[in-house]
């Protein structure tokens, strides 16, 4: 064993052979084996005991020697990691090489392709260009086949409306009307050449129809000029029979007389001078059913398309001519109407009686039926029982009514006579003397009833000074305000076309009730009047007052056809009616109809003064024996309409409210919003658009109920908004209460727009300085401050001001306040509602 540090292989084999416990047949691998337990045993205690390794060297004396074995194990991994990394270049170096020879094959590839591709589309184009120079042929060549064959089609069709046209200039229509069937089923193109002939086809078949009928509607056309000839014998014939069927005089003016029912139909016509044969010829039918029935007979041909045409034609030609009859009499004046009654009437009457006379004959039944002929009679009833009404409504002498009256009851006669039905015109035949007066009175209920009607709820607009002053003027229905109004023509009054006419109905009955009264008295020589009941209640100290009595007739008219019907409950009931046909359901009225009705009831209350003087001076005219009425009679309905208009006015208001109610529900807006809102709230822009057609629609009343519509409607938004803050607000943030000032500022702009009205913005200031106040305010504090408040703030209502800022929330902990908008504490919030509070300016 050495002494010295430098013997190292001594010392590691003494220590491997100590470590290993045996001993080593070489030396060599001894010595390694021995450094590889050193090492192992070293690493070991490294990791477990470092400071038990570190003495173990310095005991051992293994310092020198364990360096070098480790710089020798550190060289040979070199070189084996050397080796290794050798190879694994060798390798790489080859695969680069592999994917360079890959990359320069598909170079080379790719030229081919292109190359390859460029060949294909030069050769392409070779082959477009070719087809794009025969394509044009092709196309030419396929024209000109179609355009051959559709030629040749056209040809022979064209050839056979040669033969169809020569067939309707020589009157084959059937032979035309054969050709044309077979010429709308042959095939052809669709062109225009196409089109053409079937147009022509169709003008074919027109002419035929028209050529068909021509002689059928030459004979229907003289059956007018003949209806008055025939209705004049008819109602001298029928006068002849109710004359000698008469008992009395008396009967015969009152006109109860009611005639044979059972006259015989040969003995009207015979009468009057014209025997059977000459009755025949003078209606046309003799000599007309023959033609007629050979138009029926070819007009059957054209059954594919109109089976029924002819007699269709005659329904209508027949409808159309007892409309022209009926409308000679409508559009006739009264005065002429009641002159020529005779004609007008008895033309109606003789049309009736030839349309019958040919329904009697062997082939009138080709053409109508009874039942046709009857429902045509009820169809005009209608017209010609308003014409007769409105004939007995015009007359003011009772003389004239008791001829219309007699010439009424010979009419009905005649109908009867005739076998035709009467019940249509059941309403004349119960006319009677005493009917007068209702009659007169209804006048006021149809006026009524179009003032009712809901087509009729717009201003009347006068186009001339010549209608103003017999629709306004006349009933002294203007006012101040209107006649600055009327500087040209035409020009707008607030009240309906039914309020003049309603007047004019009033007017009237004035006036037919005291003629109806004066038609009482007894005609002396010298053509003056005497009232004979009132001449015999003189005599006797008896004697009533015309004036009160008719003063009374016209107040009675009023409340009853006028005051009853327009009031609020009426109409609503009236608009259920029509609705669902069932009544005692209130319906509610539109905001055009009660702002209409609301003028109208002022007009009429202040035509009432007018009815009070026209009824004053009516009597003074027709009684001048009698001495002037010492006072005035006062209309009681004056005060009933002017009671009417208030109740209206506060319908039109509470209306306008409700439908703003509706639209502004403030519950749904966000007021706790935490983001800021660039567009106004939807409800907001509705009540808007809700207000704009509604001031529209009351742009024709008073300057006066204009203005109050508007300022109700603003002040109603501001109380609506104010009692929302007050009693049904939860909670507001500021950014909620900035987008609600987006909304404001809509509705504002919207007033200002809008209307001049006075106090129509200043509805909405308080609302408008709260929103300020908190939106600008940076230190609210100062808010807390009376005289601070009252000098920047006067409108703001302390109260309202306290119960808003109560329900004040912050936007939370990690919420930011949106530029623009100022940073309210809670607690300064609270100090200033407990200022304001403690301050004593809240009661």
């Known amino acids: 064993m050495y002494a010295n540090g430098d013997a190292k292989l001594p010392i590691v084999e003494e220590k491997s052979t100590k470590l290993t416990g045996g001993r080593l047949e070489n030396k060599g691998a001894r010595v390694d084996e021995a450094y590889e337990s050193n090492i192992s045993t070293l690493a070991h205690l490294i990791d477990t005991d470092l400071t038990a390794a570190i003495r173990l060297i310095l005991d051992r004396g293994w310092t020198n020697s364990y360096e070098q074995f480790l710089s020798e194990h550190t060289l040979r991994q070199k070189e084996a990691i050397k080796e290794l990394c050798g190879k694994h270049y060798q390798d790489f170096v080859s695969s680069v090489e592999s994917l360079v020879n890959v990359k320069y094959d598909i170079n080379k590839l790719k030229g081919s392709i292109r190359g390859y591709n460029e060949a294909v589309q030069e050769s392409g184009k070779r082959v477009i260009q070719a087809v794009e120079r025969l394509m044009p042929q092709r196309h030419v060549r396929q024209r000109i086949d179609q355009a051959i064959s559709m030629l040749q089609n056209c040809s022979k069709r064209i050839n056979m409306l040669r033969i169809a046209q020569s067939q309707i200039e020589a009157k084959h229509y059937v032979q035309a009307l054969s050709t044309l069937e077979r010429l709308s089923h042959v095939p052809h193109y669709e062109s225009r050449i196409a089109q053409l002939i079937e147009t022509v086809i169709k003008q074919f078949k027109a002419k035929i129809k028209a050529c068909v009928r021509a002689e059928y509607d030459e004979w229907l056309e003289k059956v007018p000029e003949m209806s008055r000839e025939v209705g004049k014998v008819l109602l001298f014939n029928t006068r002849e029979e109710l004359s000698r069927a008469k008992n009395s005089s008396d009967a015969n003016a009152n006109g109860d007389g009611e005639g044979d029912d059972d006259a015989k139909e040969s003995g009207l016509l015979l009468s009057g001078g014209l025997d059977k044969e000459q009755v025949h010829v003078l209606i046309m039918v003799k000599d007309s059913l023959g033609t007629v029935y050979q138009s029926l007979h070819i007009n059957q041909l054209l059954a594919a398309e109109d089976f029924a045409g002819l007699k269709k034609y005659s329904e209508i030609k027949r409808g159309k001519q007892a409309r022209k009859l009926i409308e000679d009499i409508t559009s006739a004046t009264q005065v002429d109407l009641f002159r020529q009654r005779e004609e007008y009437f008895g033309a ?207 107040d009675s008219s009023l409340q009853m056809s006028v005051c009853v019907r327009i009031s609020p ?54 009684y001048p024996r009698r001495a002037t009425p010492n006072h005035k009679a006062t209309l009681v309905a004056k005060g009933k309409l002017e009671g009417l208009k208030m109740q209206f006015n506060a319908m039109l208001l509470e209306g306008l409210g409700g439908r703003i109610n509706k639209l502004l529900e403030l519950s749904t807006f966000n007021w706790k919003a935490t983001k800021r809102s660039t567009v106004p709230w939807e409800a907001c822009e509705d009540l808007v658009a809700l207000l704009t057609g509604s001031f529209a629609s009351l742009s024709f009343l008073p300057a006066g109920l204009r203005e109050g519509a508007h300022l109700h409607a603003f002040n109603h938004i501001s109380q609506e908004i104010r009692r929302f803050w007050r009693y049904e607000l939860r909670g507001f943030t500021v950014v909620g209460l900035a987008d609600f000032d987006i909304s404001l500022r809509v509705i504002e702009d919207f007033a200002r727009r809008c209307t001049t009205v006075p106090g129509v913005v200043e509805a909405l200031e308080d609302i408008r300085q709260i929103t300020n106040l908190i939106l600008k305010e940076e230190e609210i504090l100062q808010v807390g401050d009376r005289k601070y408040l009252q000098r920047n703030y006067r ?7 306290c119960d808003l800022l109560s329900k004040f929330q912050t936007l939370g902990m990690f919420v930011r306040v949106p530029p623009g908008l100022p940073k309210h504490n809670r607690r300064d919030v609270e100090a200033v509602v407990k200022s304001l509070r403690d301050s004593g300016r809240i009661s």
Not at 500 to 517: H, R
Not at 599 to 618: P, Q, S, Y
């Open 348 to 554: 109606i009457l003789g049309f009736f009686a030839i349309q019958l006379e040919i329904i009697r004959s062997p082939l009138g039944g080709l053409l109508q039926s009874v039942e046709e002929c009857h429902k045509l009679w009820v169809k005009i009833c209608g017209s010609l029982e308003r014409s007769l009404t409105s004939l007995f409504e015009s007359l003011q002498s009772p003389v004239h009514w008791k001829e219309l009256r007699g010439f009424t009851t010979c009419f009905i006669h005649a109908i009867k006579a005739n076998k035709l039905p009467t019940t249509p015109l059941k309403s004349l035949m119960g006319s009677k003397k005493s009917a007068y007066k209702r009659l007169l009175e209804k006048q006021i209920d149809r006026a009524v009833d179009k003032l009712l009607d809901r087509d009729h709820f717009e201003p009347i607009t006068i186009p001339d000074q010549q209608t103003y002053e017999r629709l306004v003027a006349e009933f002294s229905l203007d006012d101040s305000d209107m006649s600055s109004r009327l500087t040209r023509f035409p020009a707008m009054m607030p009240f309906s076309i039914s309020v003049p006419m309603i007047c004019k109905a009033m007017v009237n009955l004035m006036e037919n009730y005291t003629s109806f009264k004066l038609a009482e008295a007894e005609p002396r020589g010298d053509g003056n009047v005497k009232i004979g009941s009132e001449d015999r209640k003189a005599s006797k100290g008896e004697v009533d007052d015309p004036y009160a009595e008719l003063v009374s007739v016209v």
């Open 569 to 622: 409950e009426a109409i609503a009931f009236r608009g259920s009616d029509r609705k669902s046909g069932k009544g005692g359901q209130r319906a509610e009225l539109p905001q055009s109809m009660v702002a209409q009705l609301l003028v109208n009831c002022g007009v009429l209350a202040k035509a009432c003064d007018h009815f009070e003087e026209r009824a004053f001076r009516l009597v003074e005219e027709s």
């Open 795 to 801: 409108r703001v209502q302390p109260d309202l001001l």
